[in-house]
């Protein structure tokens, strides 16, 4: 019965595959099309979890990007126009905070993530990413601020400052990445695109393409691998990336990535001090036009991802799932698909590291949250976006 099921289920999945190739002229290497059937097989192994759920609507926001959870269950949704938004779960009601600074909206830019400081309780520290036009044409920056909550109904941000610059601003409006992340050691991680103009991620002179470690008031932090590489350079903890949309460490204080690959090969990353992930020198997917992109197992001295996807799932975001409400994906991985309109769970404790499920949600996914009592709120993406929250059946 086991075996019909997965035989069926891997017919199905290279019936599709195959429709995907009809479909896309564009897609002519015969390497390619094993690579899918052999990607998606992988898929379809004996491992696969069935965890169920329930989807309840509660809220609507206008291109939200991130996500921040408060204590008191209040959420702290961005808007990519420039807007932060209070959201009281209880009460439904969505009140905009002050303070914001003027975003350059437009492309993928715009306001970007939020993360609390460790010690918010205390310090009320905010930081946010946004993108900003200056010199050069744009880049991302992260901000912090003081999250000032003390009139309900004039809530804002104060003494906001720029802490970090993306170096050098290009012209072109993609691929910022700019997720914000603070580990377990207290430092805030950053998350630096390529701006779509690929050398980067292998400029030492520039933090794009690269993964940051920095101290909480955005100076790079002691310990770092590339500290005797120039003042760019002592930011860097990993470099050789693309698009990396999600962070997030796991249950052992692993930190991991997510990075949408160019035509095919999307990412999931597993990230080591001081590697170099090989963008744009490698990548299992190839460029637009078509040109071959040599594969990570050409090139061995670049650190390949744990797992990649063709066809691509185009990665949103990256969440750890730590609670109780879904036994089955507890310490897994939880992906936010856009183009796969999908949450990807995967078991990153596999050897293979491999998906275990996939969950079909019929709209792009941008965010994900795992809020205090193991629900899971998502964010779908775009204009009248809905706010989603996951209960167990
Ligand atoms: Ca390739």
């Given at each position: 019965m086991k075996i019909l099921r997965l035989s069926m289920l891997t017919t199905v999945t290279l019936t599709s595959s195959l429709i995907l190739m009809a479909c896309n002229?564009?897609?002519?290497s015969s390497k390619f099309e094993q690579k899918t059937a052999a990607e998606t097989a992988k898929a379809t192994s004996a491992s696969r979890i069935d965890q169920t759920y329930q989807i309840k609507t509660i809220a609507q926001f206008n291109e939200p990007w991130a996500m921040a959870a408060l204590k008191d269950g209040r959420v702290l949704v961005t808007e990519r126009k420039g807007k932060l938004k209070l959201f009281?779960?209880?009460?439904k009601q969505q009140v905009e905070i002050k303070g914001l600074p003027t975003v350059a909206y437009g492309g993928q830019g715009g306001l970007g993530d939020i993360a609390l400081h460790p010690q918010f309780q205390r310090n009320h520290w905010l930081y946010i990413s946004y993108v900003e036009a200056g010199q050069g044409g744009y880049g991302a920056v992260v901000a912090r601020g003081e999250l000032d909550l003390s009139d309900a109904a004039n809530p804002q941000i104060k003494h906001l400052k720029t802490i970090w610059t993306q170096v050098p601003k290009v012209q072109?409006?993609?691929?910022?990445?700019h997720r914000i992340l603070f580990g377990t050691d207290g430092k805030l991680w950053i998350s630096s695109g390529e701006r779509q103009k690929f050398d980067p991620a292998q400029d030492?002179?520039?933090?794009?393409g690269k993964i940051l470690r920095l101290n909480d008031d955005g100076t790079a932090a002691s310990g770092?691998?590339?500290?005797?590489?120039g003042e760019i350079a002592k930011?860097?903890?990993?470099?050789?990336?693309?698009?990396?949309?999600g962070m997030a460490f796991d249950d052992k204080d692993q930190l991991w990535s997510v990075e949408m690959g160019p035509k095919g090969g999307d990412e999931l990353n597993i990230i080591v001090k001081?590697?170099?992930?090989?963008?744009p020198v490698v990548s299992n997917g190839d460029h637009y036009d078509g040109t071959d992109i040599p594969d990570h197992d050409t090139h061995p001295e670049f650190k390949a991802p744990a797992m990649s996807w063709t066809p691509v799932i185009s990665p949103s975001s990256l969440i750890f799932y730590t609670g109780n409400q879904f036994p089955a994906w507890k310490n897994k991985a939880l992906i936010g698909g856009l183009s796969s309109k999908a949450i990807v769970i995967v078991d990153t404790e596999m050897k293979p590291v491999i998906e275990v499920q996939r969950l079909k949600m019929q709209q792009r996914i941008r965010g994900l949250l795992e809020v205090g009592d193991g629900s899971i709120w998502v964010l779908e993406d775009g204009k009248n976006a809905r706010l989603l929250q996951f209960t167990a059946q």
């Open positions: 002229t564009q897609t002519n009281n779960p209880k009460t072109g409006q993609g691929h910022y990445s030492m002179n520039s933090n794009l770092n691998p590339f500290t005797d590489r930011q860097v903890w990993s470099l050789g990336h693309r698009n990396l949309l001081g590697e170099n992930y090989g963008y």
